[in-house]
């Protein structure tokens, strides 16, 4: 696969250097970086369209805030890619307005918004699914009894973050272990914003979260702590299905709440991020945070 890059500030810097130190330095064909002070909006983008655009698969953007992420449909056409990568940080990075700007300019071009970057998984598309092998939502092998043992990194956050914080889970306590992840992110130069997004009514940072804590609940096989639903309480004839459509992790693709076959709901430990969105929304009060260890499957 060629790889194209678009990138700004350390951030893209951070992004580029894990891609090549993780496997990927012989697919990257080309790199533009442009400034960090560049406007929110510009009238003229088409003038910052890098030159001399080599053949490539799938254009990354990362770092690039505001109108300069439209050069992406131009830089697809000119390379004769059929896919590219934007990733969502902020919700004045990237609105819903300039997502759809972006779509319409490039009809030909399969273009996804992960939110965050470390979301990201296979979807069907082979440049995208290729990438997202070994980068995009954490996946883990974790060797543990009382403490951490081992912890093996099968796919990474583009940034660098899961291997930062693998290294520094050995010898926690297991019990303790997601959410030292979860403190440890917040201890990497993360660009995830700290800003609530009005689309998932949750900030990028702890959406985030949710992901390394899911890849460390997944690789103990059990999580520590959920939200659950009271079937005794739940009752979808009386409410909108407010946990569902309030759930910041379905909102980016996830099922983290679904109905069962009785029609009642079910939040799943693994994915849930316990951010008390959903037991303030229903109407029901059915929902609560217990404390496990929940087994998954």
Not at 111 to 131: H, W, Y
Not at 275 to 289: N, R, T, V
Request: aromatic share 6%.
């Amino acid at each position: 696969m060629k790889l194209y890059l678009l990138i700004s500030g350390k951030y893209g810097s951070r992004v580029v250097n894990n891609l090549a130190e993780h496997g990927m330095a012989g697919d990257i064909v080309g790199m533009e970086e442009f400034p960090e002070d560049l406007p929110d909006f510009i009238e003229d983008f088409a003038r910052y369209v890098p030159q001399n655009l080599p053949p490539a698969d799938l254009i990354v953007a990362v770092g690039l805030s505001g109108d300069i992420n439209m050069v992406v449909p131009e830089v697809a056409r000119k390379t004769g890619a059929s896919s590219a990568i934007i990733p969502v940080y902020d919700p004045q990075q990237m609105p819903p307005g300039l997502q759809q700007e972006i779509q319409e300019a490039a009809p030909h071009v399969n273009i996804v918004f992960p939110k965050p970057f470390c979301s990201l998984q296979a979807m069907g598309d082979p440049c995208i699914d290729e990438f997202a092998r070994k980068f995009g939502k954490p996946q883990l092998v974790i060797k543990a009894d009382r403490y951490i043992k081992k912890v093996e990194v099968l796919r990474g956050a583009p940034c660098g973050s899961t291997n930062y914080i693998a290294k520094g889970l050995w010898s926690t306590p297991s019990e303790e272990a997601e959410l030292v992840a979860a403190h440890k992110l917040h201890n990497y130069p993360c660009n995830a914003s700290t800003s609530t997004d009005p689309a998932v009514g949750d900030t990028s940072m702890h959406l985030a979260s949710y992901q390394i804590k899911e890849a460390v609940k997944r690789g103990l096989g059990y999580a520590i702590k959920s939200a659950v639903v009271d079937p005794e309480k739940c009752n979808r004839e009386k409410c909108q299905e407010e946990c569902i459509k309030s759930c910041p992790q379905v909102l980016i693709g996830l099922d983290t709440i679904t109905l069962r076959g009785d029609k009642k709901a079910f939040i799943d430990p693994a994915t849930c991020g316990y951010c008390e969105i959903c037991l303030k929304e229903c109407p029901l009060d059915a929902i609560e945070i217990k404390n496990g260890p929940f087994p998954l499957e």
